[in-house]
């Protein structure tokens, strides 16, 4: 039933390792998104995709990339993981329209040591 | 430019006070107005939102209305509750993908 999903909940992993976490909508959105949440609660976008096709790539490391399968799951692979890395990170989806408000996944809370 | 400026937080409140969390924007064109709660341990959910100027948003005792001559979108709620700790997130949203955070504010409420 969950509208937004994503995996895993909680990722400790090593500086250094590559990592993915997954998401996928079943709202039959066209459009899903990428947020960095930090310590202090602030939200970034990173990345927007609207029917698997990529629109917003703000400037986030190359390490990061985001993978669209097809329109109800969105990615995130992550390389060579850095302290830095170490965030709250959320998907969103919504339909794509200027007054449409997105739906968020749970967060994935990465800790990178 | 597009930009949210939030009231910053901490607020600490007692049950049943008057609640307000300030919010202006600057924006091109006609944006849409959102605010969002962010419960411990979960995602953001939609709280209310507004589409034109001198719309009211309202959900669970919250309003907030677009006022478009002074570019703002408070959030107020006349009692506040326990239940209610959480962190608020004004937003404004340009085009379709064009979406902008405040930086959100905490609040809590003591019994």
């Known amino acids: 039933d969950t509208a937004v999903s994503q995996t895993p909940k909680y990722l400790v992993t090593q500086m250094g390792n590559d990592k993915s976490i997954k998401c996928e909508q079943n709202?039959?959105?066209?459009?899903m998104y990428w947020y960095k949440q930090d310590s202090k609660k602030f939200l970034k976008i990173m990345f927007s995709?609207?029917?698997?096709?990529?629109?917003i790539n703000e400037t986030v490391p190359n390490r990061f990339s985001p993978k669209s399968p097809d329109k109800a799951h969105l990615n995130l692979h992550i390389n060579s993981l850095e302290l830095g890395d170490s965030a709250v990170y959320f998907c969103?989806?919504?339909?794509?329209?200027?007054?449409?408000?997105?739906?968020f996944g749970n967060g994935t809370r990465l800790t990178v040591t | 430019g597009n930009s949210v400026t939030q009231m910053e937080g901490p607020v600490t409140l007692s049950e049943e006070a008057f609640l307000t969390i300030n919010c202006t924007y600057t924006a091109t064109g006609y944006p849409s107005l959102f605010w969002y709660v962010q419960y411990p341990g979960e995602g953001l959910q939609l709280l209310l939102k507004a589409t034109k100027a001198d719309d009211k948003g309202s959900n669970k005792g919250f309003e907030a209305t677009y006022r478009k001559e002074t570019t703002s979108f408070h959030l107020e709620k006349g009692s506040v509750q326990v239940s209610d700790s959480a962190v608020y997130f004004c937003?404004?949203?340009?085009?379709?993908?064009?979406?902008?955070f405040g930086t959100g504010t905490r609040l809590t409420v003591i019994p």
């Open positions: 937003a404004l949203q340009t085009g379709a993908n064009n979406l902008f």
């Open positions: 969103a989806s919504s339909r794509g329209q200027s007054h449409s408000p997105l739906h």
């Open positions: 995709y609207n029917n698997k096709e990529l629109i």
């Open positions: 709202l039959g959105h066209d459009t």
